[in-house]
């Protein structure tokens, strides 16, 4: 029977590192939006319950620019590095 010690010593492998496939980013200081979706979301909520409710028989959905601006999130958009950028491969590590 083979040593295992020699065996697995060969077959050990270091573990890779993950890279983003796209070097997308937030455009502004904010890491993430998810405080204002959540809220966005309860409104929503709130308003379509409340509607179903009150059974109203003109009952439409309502659009999202009538119960939340969505320019006053915390994140305004995304910016897209060329691979031209010095910030290329900063914004493609995870």
């Known amino acids: 029977m083979p040593s295992m010690s020699s065996k697995g010593a060969e077959s050990?492998?270091?573990?890779s590192r993950s890279y983003k496939h796209n070097a997308i980013t937030g455009w502004t200081t904010a890491k993430s939006?998810?405080?204002d979706k959540r809220i966005?979301?309860?409104?929503?909520?709130?308003?379509?319950?409340?509607?179903?409710?009150?059974?109203?028989?003109?009952?439409?959905?309502?659009?999202?620019d009538e119960i939340t601006n969505i320019w006053n999130f915390a994140k305004d958009g995304k910016i897209r590095y060329s691979p031209d950028s010095p910030y290329y491969r900063k914004m493609l590590r995870k």
């Open 12 to 15: 050990r492998q270091t573990m």
């Open 33 to 35: 939006e998810k405080e």
């Open 40 to 64: 966005h979301n309860r409104r929503f909520r709130r308003r379509t319950c409340s509607k179903l409710i009150k059974e109203t028989e003109d009952y439409l959905d309502p659009l999202p």
